[in-house]
């Protein structure tokens, strides 16, 4: 069973930057990794997410130009630089990957049902 780890969360005034780092314990055999987030009240969302050769990046709206995400299979590790934080960022961020051998039919790197591993998550919180 693969478990992924996050790291990185904190405090943070607006406008500043944090770096989360998503370690996996084994080697994933994923496609996607991804990164979402959920505010107090509100449902889970995508952020950000990449594909297993870097060749691919995509973005929620919402952090387009701000956040970049990176990984490196060498280390079994996914990252997100997030920079020019606002407080609307604040959430708690999820990594997670997807399996190769077992993707739900029809969806999409945006869908979290298409993620079959989670990590506990790591709180962000962006002072205004």
């Known amino acids: 069973q693969v478990q992924l780890v996050e790291s990185g969360g904190g405090l943070v005034q607006a406008g500043g930057s944090l770096r989360l780092s998503c370690v996996a314990s084994?080697?994933?055999?994923?496609?996607?990794m991804g990164w979402f987030r959920q505010a107090p009240g509100k449902e889970r969302e995508f952020v950000a997410a990449?594909?297993?050769?870097?060749?691919?990046?995509y973005y929620a709206d919402s952090v387009k130009g701000r956040f970049t995400i990176s990984r490196d299979n060498a280390k079994n590790t996914v990252y997100l630089q997030m920079n020019s934080l606002k407080p609307e960022d604040t959430a708690v961020y999820y990594c997670?990957?997807?399996?190769?051998?077992?993707?739900?039919?029809?969806?999409?790197?945006?869908?979290?049902?298409?993620?079959?591993?989670w990590g506990q998550g790591t709180q962000v919180t962006v002072s205004s």
């Open positions: 997670a990957a997807d399996n190769v051998r077992n993707v739900p039919v029809g969806t999409y790197y945006y869908s979290s049902i298409r993620y079959a591993y």
């Open positions: 084994t080697r994933t055999r994923s496609n996607y």
């Open positions: 990449i594909t297993w050769s870097s060749d691919k990046l």
